[in-house]
């Protein structure tokens, strides 16, 4: 037996794969079937504060016949969507014995300070931030954006004693830069990459619909590139992979790439828990066969700055056309 335990933020996970956030994870059923496959960690679905004030200002809007509603029905539906998430941490920490990671998709800091206090009292072991926002204000620099979203980092670490992890999208103009700076303003982990909706064009009826929801198994390639570059440049920082891991393969490569912990999503729907522990067979496949004890003998072994050329992951054009000889 392979050791395949991994130290994320501070956390012992007995495992490097984690169940991203999703319709998944609020399902006690699927949760307990996850750490039964081997699991190390749990990070709950989100809850949205765009969410809670679209519908606060719906509800608004159908009582503007009585204004002084609007302060209550925004404090009543906030209180009640906190509470009903907060029960949820509650009742899945009952549950399992493994780390129960709250997320939280918000874009201020605001009372979302507060509601991360109350996330950790009611037993969450860690709280990973989703604090991207659509960039659409032409007058407003991407330095402005960047130092918003360390605002509501540093803001929120500090009011915590949990750890918290970040979870960004990979478009920063310098992704090594930004990273380093979230570690700055107190972020233990970074979560590499967002996958967002995305609208897709029907040519016949002339409207929008949803692109598939789902990733696909070689789209965990482009998270390799800047997990072996950031997890060289940037020390002192967990990274976490996410997008396009569906099988052991992509989670060794991940890791060899220097990432700490491997999330999965899609393949949880498609597949169910099986999916983590055919992973972990498969890993520690891997491991017997190179001669690895544990994840620490090849953590990083082919990051930016171990490899005899880095200019590997430098290359951003193709050096010959499709098709030449």
């Known amino acids: 037996m392979k050791d395949i335990s991994v130290k994320y933020m501070g956390l012992d996970l007995r495992s490097p794969i984690l169940a991203a ?11 307990i079937e996850f750490e039964k496959a081997g699991v190390g960690a749990i990070v709950v679905k989100s809850l949205f504060e765009e969410q809670i004030s679209n519908e606060a200002q719906f509800l608004e809007s159908q009582s503007h016949d009585y204004p002084e509603s609007a302060d209550y029905l925004h404090h009543y539906l906030r209180s009640n969507s906190l509470e009903r998430y907060l029960t949820l941490i509650r009742e899945i920490k009952s549950q399992v014995t493994v780390p129960v990671i709250a997320s939280v998709n918000c874009y201020s800091a605001g009372e979302w300070i507060n509601f991360a206090k109350e996330v950790q009292s009611a037993g969450a072991d860690a709280i990973e931030l989703n604090i991207y926002s659509m960039p659409l204000d032409i007058h407003k620099s991407s330095l402005d954006i960047e ?179």
Not at 21 to 31: A, D, M, N, R
Request: net charge positive; proline share 3%; charged share 20%.
């Open 21 to 31: 956030s999703s319709g998944l994870t609020t399902q006690l059923e699927k949760i």
């Open 147 to 325: 130092n918003s979203y360390l605002k509501v980092v540093k803001d929120v670490s500090r009011s915590l004693s949990i750890p918290v992890a970040v979870k960004i999208a990979s478009t920063f103009t310098n992704l090594p830069a930004f990273v380093n700076s979230l570690k700055a303003n107190g972020a233990k982990a970074v979560v590499m990459f967002n996958r967002f909706y995305s609208p897709n064009i029907d040519i016949n009826r002339l409207s929008l619909y949803p692109a598939d929801a789902f990733s696909h198994p070689e789209e965990y390639i482009k998270e390799l590139r800047w997990m072996a570059i950031v997890s060289s440049l940037v020390k002192g920082i967990d990274l976490s992979a996410s997008t396009g891991n569906y099988d052991g393969i992509s989670v060794i490569k991940q890791i060899l790439a220097g990432a700490a912990t491997v999330q999965m999503c899609s393949a949880l729907y498609k597949k169910g828990g099986v999916v983590i522990s055919d992973a972990i067979s498969e890993l520690e496949n891997f491991m017997t066969k190179n001669g690895f004890e544990s994840l620490v003998d090849f953590k990083g072994r082919l990051n930016y700055s171990s490899i005899e050329n880095p200019d590997k992951f430098e290359r951003v054009q193709f050096m010959k056309s499709f098709g030449s000889k």
